[in-house]
């Protein structure tokens, strides 16, 4: 598959992770386990978007507490292009900075943005839908997401509504809507053109910037400034100094929601339909469903261990590496241990994983986080 020259991937991975506790740590948060294989999820992230750019058009924005193990995961990237945020402050201002950098690097940038954390079952059709969504990128001042059909009533993501086609696949969007209750989820899948909010955005480094200049005119100068200090002496202090100034928002609220309230003709904001085997595995109840559909076993149990016994157990997943399980009259069970802690729930409540980091940080119990 030919490289286009003008393709800059873009990863973002910040965040800790905390819905796989105890697992996912600060500094080792989920993007950087093999939940999914032998690869770690952003190793596996940048492995198919090989065949699509050289290493060196790779930019990943992550966090101070994770730059060094992804700079040693990611042994291929340039380490300049690993950049550390001094402070969180969510997508618009991560994928923005990317997009001034870009600019000053080539004028016909188109950027793929990326989270370090999704599963991709079928690679080569993902690598199609890409192509083609920085081909519609680059062909005006076009925003391109990829929209995942939902297979159910899901209200752990946001939906894209798609409207007229424009040609062939690509659908015009008419509004984003966030995280819906179960009765809306019901609704959007009953109406059929809806789709799951991937997070995989296409756009010009040029379209990007200009967005941001129209809807976060305070922010866009602070990133632009930072950019330009991009390959001297003064980026570290210019970005500590100036990025915490930069407004706290994601793309979605910064410039998405307000571009699609434009109406679709005038928004230039477009839904690729995409079909590759998707899932963000945002829990372990999600991790247990990916792997029950790849391997199918016997009573539904996923279970790591130096060795298994099971005994009228179903549903359950077990991660204890090197020590042996004992399963019996157990169901739908999450247990997952490490070292120093130990995680015992149920399928139903894993979205709740992340109050115990909540917790912990609360009680300030800094060695459990």
């Not at 900075?97 to 079928?122: C, K, Q, T, Y």
Request: proline share 5%; charged share 20%.
């Amino acid at each position: 598959m030919a490289k286009n020259s003008n393709f800059y991937p873009v990863i973002l991975a910040g965040g800790r992770g905390t819905r796989f506790w105890p697992l996912s740590r600060k500094k080792r948060a989920k993007q950087l386990l093999a939940l999914d294989g032998k690869q770690t999820m952003i190793q596996q992230t940048v492995a198919r978007l090989l065949l699509l750019a050289s290493p060196k058009r790779f930019w990943v924005i992550t966090n101070g507490d994770l730059r060094r193990a992804i700079e040693k995961q990611l042994p291929r990237l340039p380490k300049a292009q690993v950049l550390a945020e001094p402070v969180g402050r969510n997508t618009a201002p991560a994928i923005g900075l990317a997009a001034f950098l870009l600019l000053r690097e080539n004028a016909d940038a188109v950027i793929g943005m990326f989270p370090s954390d999704h599963v991709i079952a079928d690679e080569k059709r993902f690598r199609a839908t890409v192509e083609r969504g920085a081909e519609l990128a680059a062909a005006g001042e076009n925003i391109v997401v990829l929209g995942i059909k939902p297979t159910r009533p899901e209200t752990g993501y946001g939906y894209i509504e798609a409207g007229n086609s424009l040609r062939g696949e690509a659908l015009r969007v008419r509004r984003f809507t966030e995280k819906p209750d179960a009765a809306k989820a019901a609704e959007f899948v009953a109406a059929g053109n809806y789709f799951w909010n991937s997070g995989m955005f296409l756009w010009s480094a040029r379209t990007l910037a200009n967005a941001l200049r129209e809807h976060l005119p305070n922010t866009a100068p602070l990133l632009a400034q930072i950019a330009t200090a991009f390959g001297t002496s003064k980026f570290a202090a210019t970005f500590r100094r100036l990025y915490p100034k930069c407004e706290n928002i994601s793309i979605d609220y910064a410039v998405l929601e307000p571009r699609s309230a434009k109406g679709e003709q005038a928004a230039n904001i477009f839904c690729l339909p995409a079909d590759f085997g998707w899932n963000d595995l945002g829990s372990w109840t999600a991790l247990h469903e990916h792997h029950i559909s790849k391997s199918k076993p016997p009573e539904g149990n996923i279970i790591h261990g130096a060795g298994v016994f099971v005994l009228n157990a179903r549903g359950n997943y077990v991660h204890a590496p090197g020590k042996f399980v004992a399963a019996i009259g157990v169901s739908d069970l999450v247990v997952v241990e490490t070292d120093d802690a130990l995680l015992i729930t149920t399928r139903q409540h894993a979205q709740d994983v992340g109050k115990v980091v909540k917790y912990l940080d609360e009680k300030k119990l800094h060695k459990l986080v």
